[in-house]
Structure formats: structure tokens, C-alpha cells
């Protein structure tokens, strides 16, 4: 009976000689290891910080080089003024040019500080991104991992039925062969035992389908062998207020609010091109012609080139103030969402902390109806031993001290699960 139990629980935890062990802290860890959606959340950082330059946003001069090498067959018929007629088919011909140039922004309405903030903007708006993936990589995650400790737990109940189970058998056994107890109380109390191991093989397969969904999360192999042995511990010093006042702190929050204020640089980028630009422009010019035939046999000029361009818009169907207009309004839409956002978290917020709290105090009092139960259970089976009490009143019990369990274990896992959402929320999952 002992070696029966022993095998019972190697199967409820996939204990194995492969197995690995798996605390909480490492599955996160190996979550936010292996999680392709945090790599790509990753890899938009990494562009926005590679974006993030001085030069993208167009503050740093630009040099150009240039060369041009044409060979030329053409035919020369040319009269000049001295009376000589210049007349040849075919005549070979090179012209080569080669320059090199730079030029840099002095002025164009601070378009380019305007276009500088905004990309910073833009790669702190993607840090928050990636911090909101990453707590909830973890929510979900510590959502999986609770809720295979509480399948588990299930057997852990149900273990305790099927111990019950049979000693039942075991006292309509010894009755019978005494003349105390007759087939029908024998076949029930078989039924009965079979009927809890039907349970518990159900379960198992619950159990093997939580860890297969763990182990999506985790991005590791479904066909892992993983080790769970824990217990759901409730935290109960979370109060509304410190919710509600920390809301500004969830990452898609404070990414609204990001957005926001690139909209606000959008306006100023869109602003900036009804001013003047002031360009200053430096190079370096080579030229050579060349020909067989011709007034001009050979000319070659080189030298340097230095200037200072000026552009105005003066007129152009009033795009750029219609554009300015969209980007002020795009400022207010990116406001509103913010706070719809902030809204829609208060109110998740409100909602998750009531079930939170109701859970929280029904805890007490289910722990102390499994205590009762366990008691009842224990009471009845020795009635029915000394033949005082039912096979049925058995199984009452019996169904008393499982309901009284899986309602216990139900009530900590939907308030862990409320705790993780309201941590979640203010950005403080760890």
C-alpha cells in the first residue's frame, strides 16, 4: 500500500530521473531568456537607439564625391572667324570630372533640435515597450506556474480521498470476513475507490496539460520534464490606494505619454519648414576636356568652391501649414488615448482589487472548513469502523472535505492570480 502511494505521487509531480527541478524565479528567468516576442521587442530598441544620432536627425555636414569619365566619337565640321573650316569624322574625344563636396545646416527654424528629441523620445517610448512585454512575459508566467502547483494540488486532495477510499474497503473487508458486512457494501466501497483513481488519472491529464502550456511560455521543448513543488503564498498588504496612485507607473502608461510628447516634436519638425534653411557649402572641382579635332584640343580647370545657400518658402498651397494643423491634432488624439488608457487600467485596477479582497476574506474562513472537514471525515470513517455510520455518510464526507479543498485551493490561486494583476498594473512584477 505504501509502494502504491509512492507511485501515485511520482506521477502527480513527473518525478523522474531526467527531471528538473523549477522554482519560480527560474522559470521567469529562462521566460525572459528564451520569449521570441521580448527578442523582437529587443531588436525595435536596438533601431531606435541605432536612429537615435544627431546625424538622422540631419545636424551633421554631408560629403559627396563625384567623378564623371565620358569617351567620346563625334564629327567636327566648324568654320571659326579667321576663315579655317575644321571638317573630321570620327574624331576621338575624353571628358573627366571629378569633385568633391560638403555641405552643413546652419539654420532651418530648429528643425533638426525638434527632430533630435524626438528620437530620444522615440527610443524611451521603446524601452517602456519592452518593459511592459517583459512584466507581461512574467505575469503570464507566474500565472502558468501557480496554476500547475494548484492542479496539483487537486491530486494532492484527491490522494487523500482515495487513502479514505481505502481503508473503507479495507474495514468492509475485514467485516466480511468476520460475517458483518455483506457484498453490496464490498462492491460499493470498490466502486467508489475506483471511481476516485478514474478521477485522478483525469487530473494528471490536466496537470501534464498545465506544464505543456508552462513550457510554451517558457519556450522550451512541450515534451520537457519539469519538477513543480511549491506552494501558493498570498501577499496580504496590497491596499487600493497605492494602485490607484502608482497607475502612472505601468509601461504602456508612461509609452502613451511618450507618444504624446513625440507629437508634440512632430509639430515643431512640421512648423520648422516654413522658415528659411541656411546651408554652407565647401568642395573641390576637376575638370578636363579633351579632343582630337577642334578649336579647343585640350582644357583642364581645377580649384576649390566655398558658398553659402539660402532657401525661403514663399508659396507652396499651404501644405506645410495644413500639415502643422494634423500634427496638433494627432497631440490631442495621442492625450485622449493616454487617458483612456489610464481609464480603462483605473477600472481593471477597481475591478481586480475587489476580487482580490473578497478572496482574500474567504480565505480564513475555507481554511477553517477544511480543517472541519478533515475532522468530520475523520469522525465518520471511525463511526463506520465501529460500525456506527454508512458507506454512504462516508462518501458524504468524503464529498464535503474534497469540495471544502478544491474550493480552498481555488480561493488561493484567484487571489495570487489577483495579486500578480494588480502588480502587473503598476509595473512592479519582479
Known amino acids: ?18 527531471s528538473q527541478r523549477l522554482t519560480l524565479q527560474e522559470a521567469i528567468n529562462i521566460a525572459l531568456k528564451n520569449s521570441l516576442d521580448l527578442q523582437l521587442q529587443q531588436n525595435n530598441l536596438e533601431i531606435a537607439k541605432i536612429n537615435n544620432h544627431i546625424g538622422v536627425a540631419g545636424g551633421l555636414p554631408v560629403v559627396t564625391a563625384n567623378v564623371v569619365d565620358n569617351e567620346q566619337v563625334t564629327s567636327v565640321n566648324q568654320k571659326l572667324n579667321t576663315g579655317t573650316v575644321i571638317q573630321r569624322k570620327a574624331a576621338v574625344g575624353n571628358n573627366l570630372s571629378a569633385n568633391v563636396t560638403g555641405s552643413i545646416l546652419l539654420y532651418n527654424g530648429s528643425r533638426v533640435i525638434a527632430t533630435k528629441n524626438r528620437l530620444d523620445q522615440l527610443e524611451t517610448q521603446s524601452e517602456q515597450f519592452l518593459n511592459a512585454q517583459v512584466q507581461n512575459l512574467m505575469a503570464g508566467v507566474m500565472t502558468g506556474y ?27 473487508k475485514a467485516q466480511q470476513n468476520v460475517g458483518m458486512a455483506n457484498n453490496a457494501d464490498l462492491f460499493q466501497s470498490q466502486l467508489d475507490l475506483n471511481a476516485l ?35 501558493i503564498i498570498v501577499d496580504r498588504s496590497i491596499t487600493l490606494g497605492t494602485i490607484l496612485s502608482d497607475i502612472g507607473k505601468n509601461a504602456e502608461v508612461m509609452a502613451a505619454e511618450d507618444q504624446v510628447r513625440i507629437n508634440e516634436f512632430i509639430v515643431k519638425e512640421v512648423g520648422a519648414q516654413r522658415y528659411p534653411s ?25 580649384g576649390p568652391v566655398a558658398g553659402i545657400s539660402l532657401g525661403i518658402p514663399i508659396y507652396n498651397g499651404s501644405i506645410f501649414k495644413r500639415q502643422k494643423k494634423v500634427a496638433e491634432i494627432n ?9 483612456i488608457l489610464i481609464r480603462n487600467f483605473t477600472a481593471g485596477a477597481v475591478r481586480t482589487y475587489l476580487s482580490y479582497s473578497s478572496t482574500l476574506q474567504q480565505l480564513a474562513t475555507q481554511q477553517e472548513n477544511v480543517i472541519l472537514a478533515q475532522k468530520l471525515l475523520d469522525l465518520v470513517l471511525l463511526r463506520f469502523e465501529l460500525r456506527q455510520a454508512t458507506i454512504v ?18 480561493l488561493s490561486f484567484a487571489t495570487k492570480s489577483a495579486e500578480i494583476e494588480l502588480y502587473r498594473l503598476i509595473n512592479q512584477l519582479r
Not at 148 to 168: E, L, P
Open 1 to 18: 500500500m505504501k509502494r502504491y502511494f509512492i507511485i501515485l505521487i511520482m506521477l502527480a509531480t513527473g518525478i523522474s530521473a531526467s
Open 146 to 172: 501557480y496554476d500547475v502547483i494548484r492542479q496539483q494540488t487537486y491530486i494532492k486532495t484527491i490522494d487523500q480521498s482515495i487513502g479514505v477510499a481505502q481503508k473503507q474497503l479495507d474495514i468492509v
Open 197 to 231: 483513481l478514474q478521477t485522478r488519472q483525469s487530473q494528471l491529464l490536466i496537470v501534464d496539460q498545465a506544464h505543456t502550456d508552462l513550457l510554451l511560455l517558457l519556450n522550451l521543448r512541450p515534451d520537457s520534464l519539469i519538477v513543480i513543488s511549491d506552494t
Open 278 to 302: 541656411i546651408r554652407a557649402n565647401a568642395g573641390y572641382n576637376f575638370n578636363r576636356n579633351q579632343t582630337s579635332a577642334g578649336n579647343v584640343l585640350f582644357n583642364q580647370s581645377s
Open 331 to 339: 497631440v490631442r488624439n495621442a492625450t485622449i488615448q493616454k487617458d
Open 393 to 410: 455518510e462516508v462518501r458524504q464526507a468524503q464529498q464535503s472535505f474534497e469540495n471544502a479543498s478544491f474550493t480552498l485551493t481555488n
